[in-house]
């Protein structure tokens, strides 16, 4: 079952003759019968291994399977459905929806589809399409508990308050004892800025289930916004107990530690949470000023360094970086980055004070003048060059800009609540690092090429025609990447006009060392075109001539020669692929996104690995 959950689902006649005209038919007919027999054998074998391969979370191998259902008997829904199911393991969302719709188109009345297409939605922050999906569910299945939960938490992410509460009104009546509800309701009035009412709601709910760790963050967070720092670390603990390793707790432990003066305790806190979330940015700045303020200078430096690595122009971080590094007697570097800061900040006399000072200790002192004379100039009546004691009232929101505030505490700014969602669905491939290579050119090789996940065999006419002519050992493949041919020459013997001697030429002149880039692409293109009046149907000579125009960086006659490709061959991947990356050059993202699913599908699982990296 789908779902997912908060915070976190195929004459008679006389005479010989008419005998034996009669027998021949029904031979014919029962040979045909199970002809037909055996193919609805191979489709359900086809869906069958599909689904083995997703149980086994080999998902790029079972789309190939489902792939050749389709092919086979395109009326069938399951096929379809299961092929999203693939695809939404993999981060292909766009993909997945389009599945779902087709497959409603075939059998409009399976649950499971609407379900599938509400959360792909949900991942494309479509809320408007997926309540109407779970609209149509709930019409066919009024009790699945999970519909409404998901439709609940879609009327929250659209701030539709009134009707999620109508939703869960429903829903505690009909399942009192679920904790969920309540938790969900509590969520909704803390919206709604109504904090008894949300407090009533999680009491509720922990009444119900004491052992649900978010819950109990949950409700340490009103706590922490009273300044109830006691209270919120006591539901802090039992949150930390149920949920030993989110970063995000242990640092709101920090906080309430560090307001009850327990220091020990809150650097504790944020060593554990970086133990689990080492690039955690509130873990480091925040352990980065209580280090400072117990005098730990050179390992607050250390924190502040990494801060930097992972945002360079956080000011906040680079002020206090310098007053780390003049106190430990660095001022040059110091300076370094005090002038940072003030070049954003002109009038921040604090930092010029600091500068100025760092500059007295180089004896460089007509800078320090200058910016002297610039604070006296300013006659603002305030201490310089003390750096005020951490203040336990004071707070600042991460995306508080506010440099006067450089040495308060970092909080996680206000945000929508977290969704997890509860499905089986997840990915593997699309986690993988790869590079936004395009994919190599087709070119002719003695070498013929495999492929674990795709059955896809390049061919075309001219060139088989060719090998007829030639010698087994000479015999040539349409292969992605290097060619294997050195010498052209014992094919150019055979016919040096063919479209076949165009396409060798092209690339021996293009693996030219001889020759600078632009020139060989500039050949290559010529080559290429030539051979392209010759055989206008040929679908590589495209696919390849689009690539070499990438190398010039002209992605408009790219993407029309990859069209041309795709429209002689809908099976070409790499065309898909390549002409997605265009796309994306070009920042049309959802043509691109649309092509590289359409890539994966037909086998090149690295397209999924980018499609998820658009979409962050």
Same mark, same amino acid.
């Given at each position: 079952?789908?779902?997912? +959950?908060?915070?976190?689902?195929? #004459?008679?006649?006389?005479?010989?003759?008419?005998? =034996?005209?009669?027998?021949?038919?029904?031979?014919?007919?029962?040979?045909?019968?199970?002809?037909?027999?055996?193919?609805?054998?191979?489709?359900?074998?086809?869906?069958?291994?599909?689904?083995?391969?997703?149980?086994?979370?080999?998902?790029?191998?079972?789309?190939?399977?489902?792939?050749?259902?389709?092919?086979?008997?395109?009326?069938?829904?399951?096929?379809?459905?299961?092929?999203?199911?693939?695809?939404? *393991?993999?981060?292909?969302?766009?993909? &997945?929806?389009?599945?779902?719709?087709? @497959?409603?188109? #075939?059998?409009?009345?399976?649950?499971?589809?609407?379900?599938?297409?509400?959360?792909?939605?949900?991942?494309?922050?479509?809320?408007?399409?997926?309540?109407? !999906?779970? !609209?149509? &569910?709930?019409?066919?299945?009024?009790?699945?508990?999970? $519909?409404?939960?998901?439709?609940?938490?879609?009327?929250?992410?659209?701030?539709?308050?009134?009707?999620?509460?109508?939703?869960? %009104?429903?829903?505690?009546?009909?399942?009192? +004892?679920? &904790?969920?509800?309540? /938790?969900?309701?509590?969520?909704?009035?803390?919206?709604?800025?109504?904090?008894?009412?949300?407090?009533?709601? $999680?009491?509720?709910?922990?009444?119900?289930?004491?052992?649900?760790?978010?819950?109990?963050?949950?409700?340490? =967070?009103?706590?922490?916004?009273? %300044?109830?720092?006691?209270?919120?670390?006591? *539901?802090? %603990?039992?949150?930390?107990?149920? $949920?030993?390793?989110?970063?995000?707790?242990? =640092?709101?432990?920090?906080? @309430?530690?560090?307001?009850?003066?327990?220091?020990?305790?809150?650097?504790?806190?944020?060593?554990? /949470?970086?133990?689990?979330?080492?690039?955690?940015?509130?873990?480091?700045?925040?352990?980065?000023?209580?280090?400072?303020?117990?005098?730990?200078?050179?390992? @607050? =430096?250390?924190?502040?360094?990494?801060?930097?690595? $992972?945002?360079?122009?956080?000011?906040?971080?680079? *002020?206090?970086?310098?007053?780390?590094?003049?106190?430990?007697?660095?001022?040059? &570097?110091?300076?370094?980055?005090?002038?940072?800061?003030?070049?954003?900040?002109?009038?921040f006399w604090t930092g010029l004070q600091q500068r100025a000072s760092c500059y007295r200790k180089l004896g460089m002192t007509k800078q320090a003048e200058a910016d002297e004379f610039r604070i006296l100039k300013a006659q603002i009546d305030k201490r310089y060059g003390k750096q005020p004691r951490l203040s336990k009232k004071q707070m600042r929101k991460r995306s508080d800009e506010d440099i006067e505030k450089y040495n308060q505490l970092a909080v996680a700014d206000e945000d929508d609540m977290q969704h997890d969602y509860q499905s089986e669905y997840r990915g593997r491939v699309q986690n993988r690092k790869v590079g936004m290579d395009y994919m190599p050119m087709y070119v002719l090789s003695t070498v013929k090429q495999t492929n674990a996940v795709r059955s896809y065999v390049a061919y075309d006419r001219q060139v088989d025609s060719l090998n007829r002519q030639l010698p087994k050992h000479l015999q040539l493949f349409i292969v992605a990447g290097n060619s294997s041919i050195a010498d052209p020459t014992p094919y150019m013997r055979v016919d040096s006009t063919s479209v076949v001697a165009c396409w060798l030429k092209a690339f021996c002149q293009w693996q030219a060392d001889s020759l600078d880039v632009p020139l060989r692409t500039a050949n290559l293109i010529d080559q290429l075109t030539q051979a392209i009046s010759q055989s206008s149907a040929n679908a590589y000579l495209y696919y390849d001539r689009g690539n070499a125009y990438v190398q010039c960086l002209d992605f408009a006659a790219a993407i029309d020669d990859y069209t041309r490709a795709i429209a002689i061959d809908g099976n070409l991947a790499e065309a898909w692929y390549n002409r997605g990356l265009a796309y994306l050059a070009q920042k049309r993202q959802a043509e691109g996104i649309n092509d590289l699913s359409k890539a994966g599908e037909l086998g090149l699982y690295t397209a999924y690995s980018i499609i998820k990296r658009q979409r962050k």
């Open positions: 079952m789908i779902s997912f +959950k908060g915070y976190h689902n195929g #004459r008679e006649g006389g005479g010989r003759f008419v005998r =034996i005209a009669l027998f021949v038919i029904i031979s014919l007919t029962s040979h045909f019968s199970s002809l037909s027999c055996f193919a609805q054998f191979n489709t359900d074998r086809l869906v069958m291994i599909g689904r083995s391969a997703l149980y086994y979370e080999d998902y790029v191998l079972s789309i190939q399977y489902f792939n050749q259902a389709i092919s086979a008997k395109p009326y069938l829904f399951d096929p379809w459905y299961f092929r999203a199911v693939a695809k939404y *393991y993999l981060d292909d969302f766009e993909g &997945a929806e389009g599945d779902c719709g087709e @497959a409603i188109r #075939r059998n409009p009345y399976v649950i499971g589809i609407y379900e599938l297409r509400g959360l792909c939605r949900i991942q494309q922050k479509n809320f408007t399409g997926a309540i109407s !999906d779970y !609209d149509t &569910a709930l019409r066919y299945d009024p009790e699945n508990l999970n $519909l409404w939960h998901n439709r609940a938490l879609c009327r929250i992410q659209q701030k539709d308050y009134d009707h999620a509460l109508a939703d869960l %009104d429903t829903m505690s009546i009909r399942w009192s +004892k679920n &904790a969920r509800v309540y /938790a969900m309701r509590a969520e909704v009035y803390l919206q709604k800025k109504d904090t008894t009412q949300s407090i009533n709601a $999680l009491d509720k709910s922990l009444e119900l289930d004491a052992y649900n760790g978010n819950t109990w963050a949950q409700r340490s =967070i009103i706590s922490l916004a009273r %300044d109830e720092w006691k209270e919120a670390e006591g *539901y802090l %603990d039992k949150a930390i107990h149920l $949920l030993p390793k989110e970063a995000g707790l242990y =640092i709101n432990r920090a906080l @309430a530690r560090f307001n009850q003066n327990n220091l020990r305790g809150a650097m504790s806190d944020y060593d554990l /949470a970086l133990d689990f979330e080492p690039n955690n940015f509130l873990g480091h700045y925040n352990r980065g000023l209580l280090r400072a303020q117990v005098g730990d200078d050179n390992r @607050a =430096i250390t924190d502040f360094d990494f801060v930097l690595k $992972l945002e360079p122009d956080n000011l906040m971080a680079l *002020y206090n970086r310098a007053l780390l590094l003049e106190n430990t007697g660095n001022p040059k &570097a110091a300076i370094r980055d005090y002038s940072k800061v003030i070049e954003q900040y002109p009038n």
